[in-house]
C-alpha cells in the first residue's frame, strides 16, 4: 500500500488505513508536526489512496496515473509562498459547488499562511462541507490557525522521528551516507527529528554556518564585551539567516544544559562535546536556562518582524553576561 512508504509515523498511518479499509473518511482533516516529518507527502498519499480504484495508491489505474501526470481534477492542491487569501478560498467555494467526481480532495499546505478573512470563509465551508469534497490541512503551527478550524477538522498529529529512524532514511536516500557515519550522526542529532531538515542539512551548507555560529559562541565567553557587541553589528541581518543561526544557538544551549545536569539525553553537537564540556563549567545552570527561555522567546519574535540587529546585540551581550567570571 502506498502509505506503507511513510516511515516513523505508525500510528498515523494505521488510523489512515483504518479509515480507507472502513470507509469512514471524514470531511476534515489537520496533519500537523513538525516541519519534514512526512505531513505532506502523507497527505498527497492519503488522496490518491482515496481516489485510487483499489483504495491502495496502487498508481495502475485510471486516477492514479493521472495524478502522477498531475492531470486528475479531483486533487487540488493548494500551495503559495505567501499568504493564501480571501480569494484564494472563494476559488475553492465556487469549484467546490460543482462535484468533480465521487470524491473531490483539497489539500492545503501550510495552512497557518491563511489570512483571517480566508480562514473565516474556509470555516464556513468547513461547518456545511459540500458533499464529496474532502479538505487535508497541513500545517507546522496549528497554535496560529483559527480554533474553530481546529475543531472541525480530524487532528492527525505527526511525531519527531526517532534518531535511528532519520539515520536509516538518511542513508537510504542519500547514497554517500552509507560511508559517512560520523556526519550521519551529527546531522540525525541537528535534525531533531525532521528528515526534510536532516536532508537539507546534509546537502545545504548548513553544517558549515554551524561552525561559524559556533565559533562566535566560543567566542563570546572570552573576548571583552566591546567585541561581543561589534559580533552583532558584524552579523549577517538577513532575517531567515538569523532565525537560522538562533535555531542553532538553542540546541548549542541545551547541549549545555545537558551536560551540566548530567542527562542521558544526546547531544545536538556531539562533535563539539569537548568544547560543549569547558563552556558547561563557566554558565551557571540559572544562566543556561535563562538563555534558552530567552532564545525560545526571540526566534518568534524574530518571525514576527522584529529587526535581527537589535535581537542579536541584545542576545550576544546576555550571553556575554552570562559567563561567571
Same mark, same amino acid.
Given at each position: 500500500m502506498?502509505?506503507d512508504?511513510?516511515?516513523?509515523?505508525?500510528?498515523?498511518?494505521?488510523?489512515?488505513?483504518?479509515?480507507?479499509?472502513?470507509?469512514?473518511?471524514?470531511?476534515?482533516?489537520?496533519?500537523h508536526?513538525?516541519?519534514?516529518?512526512?505531513?505532506?507527502?502523507?497527505? !498527497?498519499?492519503?488522496?490518491?489512496?482515496?481516489?485510487?480504484?483499489?483504495?491502495?495508491?496502487?498508481?495502475?489505474?485510471?486516477?492514479?496515473i493521472?495524478?502522477?501526470n498531475?492531470?486528475?481534477?479531483?486533487?487540488?492542491?493548494?500551495?503559495?509562498? %505567501? %499568504?493564501?487569501?480571501?480569494?484564494?478560498?472563494?476559488?475553492?467555494?465556487?469549484?467546490?459547488?460543482?462535484?468533480?467526481? $465521487?470524491?473531490?480532495?483539497?489539500?492545503?499546505?501550510?495552512?497557518?499562511?491563511?489570512?483571517?478573512?480566508?480562514?473565516?470563509?474556509?470555516?464556513?465551508?468547513? $461547518?456545511?462541507?459540500? &458533499?464529496?469534497?474532502?479538505?487535508?490541512?497541513?500545517?507546522?503551527?496549528?497554535?496560529?490557525?483559527?480554533?474553530?478550524?481546529?475543531?472541525?477538522?480530524?487532528?492527525?498529529?505527526?511525531?519527531?522521528?526517532?534518531?535511528?529512524?532519520?539515520?536509516?532514511?538518511?542513508?537510504?536516500?542519500?547514497?554517500?551516507?552509507?560511508?559517512?557515519? &560520523?556526519?550521519?550522526? *551529527?546531522?540525525?542529532?541537528?535534525?531533531?527529528?525532521?528528515?526534510?531538515?536532516?536532508?537539507?542539512?546534509?546537502?545545504?551548507?548548513?553544517?558549515?554556518?554551524?561552525?561559524? *555560529? *559556533?565559533?562566535?559562541?566560543?567566542?563570546?565567553?572570552?573576548?571583552?564585551?566591546?567585541? *561581543?557587541?561589534?559580533?552583532?553589528?558584524?552579523?549577517?541581518?538577513?532575517?531567515?539567516?538569523?532565525?537560522?543561526?538562533?535555531?542553532?544557538?538553542?540546541?548549542?544551549?541545551?547541549?549545555?544544559?545537558?551536560?551540566?545536569?548530567?542527562?542521558?539525553?544526546?547531544?545536538?553537537?556531539?562533535?563539539?562535546?569537548?568544547?560543549?564540556?569547558?563552556?558547561?563549567? !563557566?554558565?551557571?545552570?540559572?544562566?543556561?536556562?535563562?538563555?534558552?527561555?530567552?532564545?525560545?522567546?526571540?526566534?518568534?519574535?524574530?518571525?514576527?518582524?522584529?529587526?535581527?540587529?537589535?535581537?542579536?546585540?541584545?542576545?550576544l551581550? !546576555?550571553?556575554?553576561?552570562?559567563?561567571?567570571?
Amino acid at each position: 500500500m502506498l502509505l506503507d512508504k511513510i516511515v516513523g509515523q505508525d500510528v498515523v498511518i494505521t488510523s489512515l488505513k483504518n479509515s480507507l479499509r472502513e470507509n469512514r473518511i471524514h470531511h476534515a482533516y489537520l496533519f500537523h508536526g513538525v516541519r519534514g516529518v512526512g505531513k505532506a507527502t502523507t497527505a !498527497k498519499y492519503f488522496a490518491q489512496c482515496i481516489l485510487c480504484d483499489t483504495q491502495d495508491g496502487c498508481g495502475m489505474c485510471k486516477n492514479c496515473i493521472a495524478i502522477a501526470n498531475e492531470g486528475n481534477p479531483n486533487l487540488q492542491i493548494v500551495e503559495t509562498t %505567501s %499568504s493564501i487569501g480571501i480569494n484564494e478560498i472563494r476559488e475553492i467555494k465556487k469549484k467546490t459547488a460543482i462535484k468533480q467526481g $465521487e470524491h473531490t480532495i483539497w489539500i492545503i499546505l501550510e495552512a497557518e499562511r491563511m489570512t483571517i478573512q480566508a480562514a473565516n470563509s474556509l470555516l464556513k465551508i468547513l $461547518e456545511e462541507p459540500p &458533499e464529496g469534497n474532502i479538505f487535508l490541512l497541513v500545517t507546522d503551527s496549528p497554535n496560529r490557525l483559527l480554533p474553530t478550524i481546529l475543531s472541525r477538522c480530524v487532528s492527525v498529529p505527526f511525531k519527531r522521528l526517532h534518531e535511528p529512524e532519520l539515520l536509516g532514511l538518511l542513508k537510504a536516500i542519500i547514497p554517500q551516507a552509507k560511508d559517512d557515519n &560520523e556526519k550521519c550522526m *551529527v546531522v540525525a542529532r541537528m535534525a531533531n527529528g525532521s528528515i526534510g531538515d536532516a536532508i537539507e542539512l546534509w546537502d545545504g551548507p548548513i553544517l558549515q554556518r554551524r561552525n561559524l *555560529v *559556533v565559533e562566535k559562541l566560543l567566542e563570546v565567553s572570552r573576548a571583552p564585551f566591546a567585541r *561581543v557587541l561589534g559580533f552583532s553589528i558584524e552579523w549577517e541581518e538577513d532575517r531567515e539567516t538569523v532565525i537560522t543561526d538562533l535555531a542553532i544557538m538553542l540546541k548549542w544551549f541545551r547541549d549545555i544544559l545537558i551536560l551540566k545536569t548530567d542527562s542521558d539525553l544526546p547531544l545536538s553537537n556531539p562533535d563539539y562535546e569537548n568544547e560543549l564540556r569547558i563552556l558547561s563549567e !563557566k554558565y551557571s545552570l540559572e544562566s543556561v536556562i535563562e538563555l534558552i527561555e530567552l532564545l525560545g522567546e526571540l526566534i518568534p519574535a524574530l518571525r514576527a518582524n522584529a529587526r535581527p540587529r537589535f535581537i542579536l546585540g541584545y542576545l550576544l551581550l !546576555k550571553m556575554k553576561k552570562g559567563v561567571m567570571p
